[in-house]
């Protein structure tokens, strides 16, 4: 069996090959790609096939899933260029004869309103019009997205424009396994899974947070046009600010909760607890 696992040298696409290796697929049985393969040297050195490969180029792509049974497919970072990089993946993955496609897209991608999951729908429209076997991995937000920033919420709080929505965050590691388990087993074809960990508002973001250093840490909610504004007087570029501003919008309304319980399921335990992340990160 070959699996072939894109954007290798992105966080995702990275632990999602260490968790093949870890569910004891032959190192020589995945083949990791990337742009930039020097970051993938280690892999190779482990026994992992090493491909070179960039979405926007469709020779590249032709060449990296040659012989390739199984593709992980990990989402771009292009805003903007992600629907065309997807007919791209697509193209190349019928030409390759790909068994099944695993796409790593966001919750409640068919209905979701958030600026970030246009792409992913027109990504999953791409792929289940082409005819391949496919699996839809819908994750939620990471709790990485926010772990970098405890310095500044233990220093100045935290805001946003999130209200008392709740997101299903998991930790990146989680989503990895399951990718890496949807690869490994079978039964997903057709399937779209919405993925994501233990529920929990910003508010109770800041209590647990509070709990663990000793400090008072508040969470301040703003309208979503004041969010952006405070986010563009911290240095953030505008457009990155709106896109910041409209996932708590979604997050407010809903659109960030992953129904059910898929992440457990296909782990075989619990997701890591926003606790546990925190815990961790300190």
């Known amino acids: 069996m070959s699996i072939i696992v894109t954007g290798a040298t992105g966080h995702l696409g990275r632990l999602i090959v260490e968790s093949l290796l870890g569910r004891g697929v032959p190192a020589d049985g995945i083949v990791a790609l990337g742009r930039d393969t020097t970051r993938l040297a280690d892999l190779a050195q482990r026994g992992v096939t090493v491909r070179r490969a960039d979405y926007n180029e469709p020779e590249s792509l032709r060449s990296a899933f040659a012989g390739g049974e199984k593709l992980l ?12 990089q997807a007919r791209n993946v697509v193209a190349a993955a019928r030409e390759a004869g790909v068994g099944l496609v695993a796409y ?6 068919d209905t979701s309103r958030l600026i970030l999951a246009r792409e992913h729908r027109a990504t999953e429209e ?9 699996v839809f991995l819908r994750n939620s937000w990471y709790i990485e997205n926010y772990l970098p920033q405890i310095p500044t919420y233990l220093e100045h709080g935290i805001a946003g424009a999130a209200g008392d929505g709740q997101v299903s965050a998991a930790v990146r590691a989680d989503y990895a396994e399951a990718a890496a388990v949807v690869a490994t087993t079978d039964g997903h074809a057709g399937r779209a899974y919405e993925l994501g960990g233990a529920p929990f508002t910003m508010n109770e973001f800041a209590a647990e947070l509070s709990r663990q250093t000793g400090r008072v840490v ?5 309208p979503e046009e004041k969010y952006v504004e405070v986010l563009v007087g911290a240095g953030v570029p505008r457009d990155y600010a709106a896109l910041l501003a409209d996932g708590d919008r979604g997050m407010a309304q809903g659109e960030l909760y992953a129904e059910g319980d898929d992440l457990a399921r296909l782990l075989g335990r619990e997701p890591v607890t926003l606790a546990d992340a925190i815990r961790a990160a300190l």
């Not at 791409?126 to 496919?134: F, H, K, M, R, T």
Request: charged share 20%; net charge negative.
């Open 73 to 84: 497919y990990v989402s771009g970072t292009e805003l903007g260029r992600r629907a065309e």
């Open 104 to 109: 790593t897209s966001i919750v409640k991608a």
């Open 218 to 222: 508040t969470y301040t909610d703003l």
């Open 126 to 134: 791409e792929i289940a019009a082409s005819g391949l076997p496919y």
